[in-house]
């Protein structure tokens, strides 16, 4: 597979809200983008608070944007303050530097896209993330 369709990104949301469920977590918003950067599906659960949308994406591209998973980006916010700030003003604010954006890479390794998830803590935004990749044969690169 080099790159991603709407029958895969709806099965990654599926599979990701199903995670969330059996993990009881709070609401979730789920985003699926493809290696460009676009939006190919986007669910928001009942109950999921206004901006969890926009925060989905925003794991979920500046994944794509910077090649690594954003548990790294968090790190490098840690570590990096100054570097992260001027990227995420580069970016346009649409970099979320939080533990919940993952890239998802076919079976040879090659980055096809990422899923971007929020509503509960970024750990278990990544675990239902990783969860739902892995469950349909895609590697999951969260940056751990």
Request: proline residues 3%.
């Amino acid at each position: 597979m080099s790159s991603l369709n709407l029958n895969v990104a709806l099965n990654i949301t599926l599979n990701a809200l199903l995670a969330g469920r059996d993990r009881s977590a709070a609401p979730l918003t789920v985003a699926v983008l493809d290696a460009g950067g676009h939006l190919i599906s986007l669910q928001r659960e009942d109950g999921a608070s206004l901006l969890r949308p926009q925060i989905a994406i925003g794991k979920a591209w500046g994944a794509l944007a910077l090649g690594k998973g954003s548990r790294l980006i968090a790190a490098d916010a840690q570590q990096r303050p100054a570097f992260i700030g001027a990227v995420n003003n580069l970016a346009g604010g649409n970099l979320v530097p939080a533990p919940g954006g993952v890239l998802i890479r076919d079976e040879s390794g090659e980055v096809i896209g990422a899923v971007g998830i929020t509503g509960d803590t970024s750990d278990i935004d990544e675990q239902c993330a990783v969860s739902a990749l892995e469950s349909l044969g895609l590697q999951a690169d969260a940056g751990a």
